[in-house]
């Protein structure tokens, strides 16, 4: 039985934990939205919503606090004190929520999940040009031609 047992260890050491949860936490607040294991995303939940919660008051103290949670991640702070801790200044709790995804990870058959921000507007991408033509068939959809293996050999040798 877990009595009184407050943290989940992810099978990693102390150490381990703390830089997975500072790089996590880092790319969360860059990104708004980081795909994870559902384990991992539930570690991670309360603890971003600490630091929003500390983000939300811009002092001094609450910066160097952000800073050092974070392991130094300069951008990741200055992204969370100048633009999410100001967002959600009037909201009382409730920063960032669990998405499930429907297909496990493959090679350990992992839950995953979506953490991401709460009132996270994504802005719209520009669609990938599509990859050029490779092997088998020329632009116009025939087959490219081959070249006789006798005269290549030949013009060779």
Do not use: C
Not at 2 to 12: E, M, Q
Not at 34 to 48: D, E, F, H, Q
Not at 96 to 102: D, E, G, S
């Amino acid at each position: 039985m877990r009595h009184r047992v407050k943290t989940w260890k992810l099978a990693r050491t102390a150490q381990h934990r703390k830089a997975l949860a500072r790089n996590m936490l880092g790319a969360l607040f860059l990104h708004g939205r980081i795909r994870t294991t559902l384990p991992k995303a539930r570690v991670m939940s309360p603890l971003a919503q600490k630091l929003i919660s500390l983000a939300r008051v811009k002092t001094l103290h609450t910066w160097r606090r952000g800073l050092q949670l974070l392991g130094g991640d300069e951008p990741a702070a200055r992204r969370l004190f100048t633009e999410i801790g100001p967002k959600y200044a009037d909201r009382p709790g409730g920063y960032v929520r669990i998405l499930k995804l429907p297909r496990r990870r493959v090679g350990d058959n992992a839950e995953t999940a979506i953490l991401e921000l709460t009132d996270l507007v994504l802005e719209p991408r520009e669609a990938p040009a599509p990859p050029p033509a490779r092997g088998g068939k020329a632009a116009g959809g025939a087959p490219a031609e081959k070249k006789p293996v006798a005269a290549a050999a030949g013009a060779a040798g």
